[in-house]
């Protein structure tokens, strides 16, 4: 019981984090490359530095096939989500960051490192619960055979992270 929901909580995790990437790329409407109908207008969600998790949510999106209405209910849905997303994210970036001070500092005693670790897990737990609410949103946007499709990517997801998992868990030669 507790492996399930410790994968279904890092399949949630990984698919808003994809979903939050592509809605900050759907946001931008000012890319010149899009209105000039050029090959770079197709793939304008995700070149440079830093937007390679933008570019995995293009390719879910072209593989759900998303009408028109979709997209723009998508686009609102991520921008929305940016909004409540970021001060969790922020805060779950300093909880993380006051615990790095606390453990390198080699001043710390045990019960401040604990009770950081604590407020690190309680902002994971807070952004975890957000994520899997835009998931929720965001699937209830497609029609069956798009669930489908999504839940085929995300077995196909979850296939290459448990290889991975088993390639690092493997005994050293």
């Known amino acids: 019981m507790r492996n399930k929901l ?3 909580l890092l399949l949630g995790c990984i698919v808003s984090t994809t979903a939050l990437g592509s809605g900050l790329a759907l946001a931008d409407e000012t890319a010149p490359a899009a209105s000039q109908g050029t090959v770079a207008a197709e793939h304008s969600w995700g070149h440079g530095p830093g937007q390679h ?5 293009w390719k879910m999106m072209k593989a759900l096939k998303l009408s028109d209405q979709q997209k723009a209910e998508a686009k609102a849905l991520f921008k929305s989500n940016r909004q ?24 710390a005693d ?9 407020a690190v897990a ?9 994520k899997a609410q835009n998931i929720k949103k965001f699937l209830a946007l497609l029609t069956p055979d798009q669930v489908t499709t999504y839940n085929a990517i995300q077995a196909k997801r979850e296939a290459r992270f448990q290889k991975f ?9």
Do not use: C, W, Y
């Open 6 to 8: 410790k994968r279904l």
């Open 53 to 57: 998790r933008r570019h995995g949510m």
């Open 84 to 107: 409540t997303m970021k001060p969790l994210f922020v805060s779950l970036l300093t909880a993380k960051h006051q615990l790095n001070a606390l453990t390198t500092s080699g001043t």
């Open 110 to 118: 045990q019960s401040a490192i604990q009770a950081q670790a604590t």
């Open 122 to 130: 309680t902002a994971e737990t807070n952004l975890a619960l957000q």
């Open 165 to 173: 998992l088993n390639r690092v868990e493997a005994p050293a030669d």
